[in-house]
């Protein structure tokens, strides 16, 4: 990513647009794994004065994207392989029991939107930008979660979808990735559809252990490449 983002001054918010303008460099690999966030770079790129970097940076360390070093100031955080696999263990077990209640609780409209957005899966993820697949996967989880009913678990959801989302973006950007991701939303649209719950949670299980494996493997390749 070499162009310079540039903020709109009559969007949103200033501090929410750089907050996604940061967050992008980070899943752009502008901003690796351990590289410090200097305040006056940070002002420069984004324009933004350091009050607004500070504020942005305070909300990012909240999301576990960026850690403090008492020596280095801010940085992206570094993950070991154990930090990752245990963030998708419970990510699995949270968004099985997210799965388990929308089979539950969902009423008719909520299952209907779910088939609606479960006809779009070959056109708007397979075959769709990357932009496009984070789009589908977000409306799959507005769907999950607001079928689900559940406010407490919405909240946990949200926050540890924003701790993975570096590696969500690997599911969206290699293509062997994007495939195994197809084949098993399939499988797990069809059991929940189905209102199987057994089915459609050990699918989801089976998914998620998956891809925490492929994110260790992606996760070093990206640190591998940027020390070359």
């Given at each position: 990513?070499?162009?310079?983002?540039?903020?709109?001054?009559?969007?949103?918010?200033?501090?929410?647009?750089?907050?996604?303008?940061?967050?992008?460099?980070?899943?752009?690999?502008?901003?690796?794994?351990?590289?410090?966030?200097?305040?006056?770079?940070?002002?420069?790129?984004?324009?933004?004065?350091?009050?607004?970097?500070?504020?942005?940076?305070?909300?990012?360390?909240?999301?576990?994207?960026?850690?403090?070093?008492?020596?280095?100031?801010?940085?992206?955080?570094?993950?070991?392989?154990?930090?990752?696999?245990?963030?998708?263990?419970?990510?699995?077990?949270?968004?099985?029991?997210?799965?388990?209640?929308f089979i539950k609780n969902a009423n008719a409209a909520d299952k209907k939107e779910l088939k609606e957005l479960y006809n779009a899966l070959d056109k708007?993820?397979?075959?769709?930008?990357?932009?496009?697949?984070?789009?589908?996967?977000?409306?799959?989880?507005?769907?999950?979660?607001?079928?689900?009913?559940?406010?407490?678990?919405?909240?946990?959801?949200?926050?540890?979808?924003?701790?993975?989302?570096?590696?969500?973006?690997?599911?969206?950007?290699?293509?062997?990735?994007?495939?195994?991701?197809?084949?098993?939303?399939?499988?797990?649209?069809?059991?929940?559809?189905?209102?199987?719950?057994?089915?459609?949670?050990?699918?989801?299980?089976?998914?998620?252990?998956?891809?925490?494996?492929?994110?260790?493997?992606?996760?070093?390749?990206?640190?591998?490449?940027?020390?070359?």
């Amino acid at each position: 990513m070499n162009d310079k983002p540039l903020v709109q001054r009559q969007a949103a918010p200033i501090r929410q647009q750089v907050t996604t303008l940061l967050k992008r460099d980070i899943l752009d690999g502008f901003f690796m794994p351990g590289d410090r966030l200097v305040e006056s770079t940070l002002c420069e790129r984004y324009g933004v004065s350091r009050t607004v970097i500070r504020e942005v940076l305070r909300l990012l360390e909240s999301e576990h994207l960026i850690s403090v070093e008492s020596t280095q100031g801010p940085i992206v955080t570094k993950l070991s392989e154990d930090d990752i696999i245990n963030l998708y263990l419970v990510r699995a077990k949270v968004e099985s029991l997210m799965i388990e209640l929308f089979i539950k609780n969902a009423n008719a409209a909520d299952k209907k939107e779910l088939k609606e957005l479960y006809n779009a899966l070959d056109k708007n993820f397979l075959n769709g930008s990357v932009d496009q697949r984070w789009e589908y996967k977000d409306k799959f989880y507005n769907i999950l979660l607001k079928g689900a009913k559940n406010n407490v678990l919405e909240e946990m959801i949200l926050k540890i979808q924003a701790r993975v989302g570096l590696f969500k973006h690997f599911a969206f950007v290699y293509e062997d990735r994007v495939k195994r991701g197809y084949a098993d939303l399939k499988l797990i649209f069809d059991a929940t559809l189905a209102e199987d719950i057994e089915q459609a949670c050990a699918h989801n299980d089976e998914h998620l252990l998956d891809a925490g494996r492929a994110a260790v493997i992606n996760y070093k390749r990206r640190l591998d490449l940027h020390s070359l």
